[in-house]
Nanobody
Framework: QVQLEESGGGLVQPGGSLRLSCAAS????????MGWFRQAPGKEREFVAG????????YYATSVRGRFTISRDNRNNTVYLQMNSLNSVDTAVYYC???????????????????WGRGTQVTVSS
């Protein structure tokens, strides 16, 4: 069983930045591919960014590429999402997810991920 807990959300002005963190339990964190997803009111949950277990491969949704950066610290069982140049369309609940099956390719579909955090709200507004 893997437990995930997100933090770092909040209210930020357009053009601002936030850094989300996701702390994970478990002794095999380094084998998990990790993903960040988001869900805005009335919309489906969508892939934002993903990272392989080693951290060597990263993937981004087109809408955030160049603005967001995913990273991980396997010694501290934590994955991060640095978000820059935020705008109103980034407003959503952001979720951290873990895929423990050691896939070669980081998945972008929510159903692939077995474990989820409760989410953290990000609101971009002036």
């Amino acid at each position: 069983q893997v437990q995930l807990e997100e933090s770092g959300g909040g209210l930020v002005q357009p053009g601002g930045s936030l850094r989300l963190s996701c702390a994970a339990s478990g002794r095999t964190f380094g084998f998990y591919n990790m993903g960040w997803f988001r869900q805005a009111p009335g919309k489906e949950r969508e892939f934002v960014a993903g990272i392989s277990g080693s951290g060597g491969n990263t993937y981004y949704a087109t809408s955030v590429r160049g603005r967001f950066t995913i990273s991980r610290d396997n010694r501290n069982n934590t994955v991060y999402l640095q978000m820059n140049s935020l705008n109103s369309v980034d407003t959503a609940v952001y979720y951290c997810a873990a895929d423990p099956r050691g896939r070669v390719v980081v998945a972008t579909t929510p159903s692939t991920y077995a474990y989820w955090g409760r989410g953290t709200q990000v609101t971009v507004s002036s």
